[in-house]
Each structure stands twice: as structure tokens, then as C-alpha cells.
């Protein structure tokens, strides 16, 4: 049961995580990709299309804060079946304090196969990642390698604050998509997008 102080807690945790995200994009934004931290529904809407009873570990890519990463774990994910792959070292260092049984691993999500190679297959990812800001072959690229690194049929979730048009080109041989409803609670409002080998 939530406690008053217990809300009271989580709020000043959510304006600290706030402010560090701001700073963070001031400093990197096409690393950090967004202004705020995912907001409850999206969040909640990424980890809703992780089946918590497959096996194998959840990957999440550029957690941040770990916003997704609670929702995961409120929606059934273990925190020791995650892997944590996040670039800023400074929210490397929170999401380590905050889930202690969680693998995160500092590094560039792009180059996945090599970072996670041993926690495959995978049962998930969930990307967080500005995909939007990086070349159309770059993407491509880590949709190919995370689809080989997920066992069959797994979901590879991303978030997109494009309401139109999908991160990943749909027409991709080989690839299943598919998308959310628009997520209108969230700053700004995004779409879900989930992709699998088809």
C-alpha cells in the first residue's frame, strides 16, 4: 500500500529524474533524443506488448531514467531478466542504484550485437532510442540485428513521437509491424510501433 510519503517520494524522484533529463538533452540532444522522461501511459503502453511469461531476457535500449523500465516491472518483467543498454554513463549510474539485479551495460545501442550477444535470445527489446534523428540505414541496421538477436516472433517496441509514418520502413522484406492508437497523454504525444519477423 502507497503511503503519503511514499507518493511524496516518488514525486520529488520524478522532478529530479525530470531536471536530469533536461539537462541531458541541452547537453546531447540528438543522443538524448527527448525533452522529458516517457510519460505513465506510454510507458505503460510500451511494456503491455511484453509477454512477461516468455523466457529469456528483456532488453530495453536508451532506458534514460528508467520510466519504461518501472513499467516493466509493475507489468510482471523480473528485474534480473533485464538488460539495460544506456549511453550516458550519469544514467548508467542511476539505473544501477535503482535496479541493482538489472545487467546495464554502458555503450552504444546501435551496436547491439556486440554489447548483448550473450543475453540472446532475447524475449524482447524495447527502444527508447530517437530513432527518428539517425539515418534510414542505420535503423534498417538495428532492426536486422535486434530481430537476430530476439527469438521468433518476439516484439522489438519503439516509441515514436511521429505520429505519421513508421520508424522502421514497413515494407521491409521479412518484417511484421504494427502500431499503437495515438498516446495523447503523453509530452508530446506519440505512437507505439511493434515489430516482429514476419
Known amino acids: 500500500m502507497r503511503t503519503q510519503s511514499t507518493v511524496s517520494v516518488e514525486k520529488k524522484l520524478l522532478r529530479l529524474d525530470e531536471v536530469?533529463?533536461?539537462?541531458?538533452?541541452?547537453?546531447?540532444?540528438?543522443?538524448?533524443?527527448?525533452?522529458?522522461?516517457?510519460g505513465k501511459m506510454l510507458?505503460?503502453?510500451?511494456?503491455?506488448?511484453?509477454?512477461?511469461?516468455?523466457?529469456?531476457?528483456?532488453?530495453?535500449?536508451?532506458?534514460?531514467?528508467g520510466a519504461v523500465t518501472d513499467a516493466l516491472v509493475e507489468h510482471g518483467v523480473e528485474p534480473a531478466r533485464l538488460v539495460?543498454?544506456?549511453?550516458?554513463?550519469?544514467?548508467?549510474?542511476?539505473?544501477?542504484?535503482?535496479?541493482s539485479d538489472a545487467i546495464v551495460i554502458q555503450g552504444d545501442a546501435y551496436a547491439l550485437g556486440r554489447l548483448v550477444a550473450n543475453h540472446a535470445?532475447?524475449?524482447?527489446?524495447?527502444?527508447?532510442?530517437?530513432l527518428?534523428?539517425?539515418?534510414?540505414?542505420?535503423?534498417?541496421?538495428?532492426?536486422?540485428?535486434?530481430l537476430e538477436l530476439m527469438a521468433p516472433k518476439a516484439p522489438f517496441i519503439q516509441f515514436t513521437y511521429a505520429m505519421i509514418g513508421s520508424p522502421i520502413p514497413r515494407r521491409q522484406?521479412?518484417?511484421?509491424?504494427?502500431?499503437?492508437?495515438?498516446?495523447?497523454?503523453?509530452?508530446?504525444?506519440a505512437r507505439v510501433w511493434v515489430y516482429r519477423r514476419g
Open 20 to 38: 536530469q533529463f533536461i539537462r541531458s538533452w541541452i547537453d546531447r540532444p540528438l543522443t538524448t533524443g527527448a525533452v522529458m522522461p516517457s
Open 43 to 65: 510507458a505503460r503502453t510500451m511494456a503491455s506488448y511484453v509477454d512477461a511469461s516468455v523466457e529469456g531476457p528483456i532488453i530495453e535500449l536508451g532506458p534514460g531514467t
Open 84 to 99: 539495460l543498454i544506456e549511453f550516458n554513463p550519469d544514467f548508467c549510474r542511476l539505473l544501477r542504484s535503482r535496479y
Open 121 to 130: 535470445p532475447a524475449a524482447a527489446i524495447v527502444s527508447g532510442l530517437p
Open 132 to 146: 527518428m534523428t539517425k539515418p534510414l540505414k542505420q535503423r534498417n541496421r538495428l532492426i536486422r540485428d535486434a
Open 173 to 189: 522484406s521479412g518484417i511484421a509491424a504494427e502500431f499503437s492508437k495515438p498516446i495523447w497523454m503523453n509530452l508530446p504525444p
